[in-house]
Nanobody
Framework: VQLQASGGGLVQPGGSLRLSCAASGSIFRIRDMGWYRQAPGKQRELVASITSGGSTNYADSVKGRFTISRDKANHTVYLQMNSLNPEDTAVYYC?????????WGQGTLVTVSS
C-alpha cells in the first residue's frame, strides 16, 4: 500500500487549504489514520486522527480549525485546514495512527505566509 499526500501550497494567514491522502489499497477500511506534520527544525507531530469507525481526535494546536475526514469508497483521507497561521507551516504527511507505519513518502508542503 502506498500513500500519496497532496494539496499543499502557499496560503496567506487566515486562509484555508484541503489536503488529500490517497491510498493504493483499502487500508482506510481497517486502519486508523492520522495526519502528521513536521516543521523545520522540529519533530514530526500528530495533528489529527480518524478511526476506521469515524471517530476523530485533534491536537490542541489545531482543534476547532482543522477537520479530518475519510472517503472509504475512494480510499482517501482529507484534512480541511481553516484559519491557518504561520505556525502551521510544515510538511504534512498521512500515515497509519499506530505501527506498523507505511512509508512516509515526501508529504505535502504547506506554507503560511503573507
Amino acid at each position: 500500500v502506498q500513500l500519496q499526500a497532496s494539496g499543499g501550497g502557499l496560503v496567506q494567514p487566515g486562509g484555508s487549504l484541503r489536503l488529500s491522502c490517497a491510498a493504493s489499497g483499502s487500508i482506510f477500511r481497517i486502519r486508523d489514520m492520522g495526519w502528521y506534520r513536521q516543521a523545520p527544525g522540529k519533530q514530526r507531530e500528530l495533528v489529527a486522527s480518524i478511526t476506521s469507525g469515524g471517530s476523530t481526535n485533534y491536537a490542541d494546536s489545531v482543534k476547532g480549525r482543522f477537520t479530518i475526514s475519510r472517503d472509504k469508497a475512494n480510499h482517501t483521507v482529507y484534512l480541511q485546514m481553516n484559519s491557518l497561521n504561520p505556525e502551521d507551516t510544515a510538511v504534512y504527511y498521512c500515515n497509519t495512527l499506530r505501527s506498523p507505519f507505511l512509508s512516509w513518502g515526501q508529504g505535502t508542503l504547506v506554507t503560511v505566509s503573507s
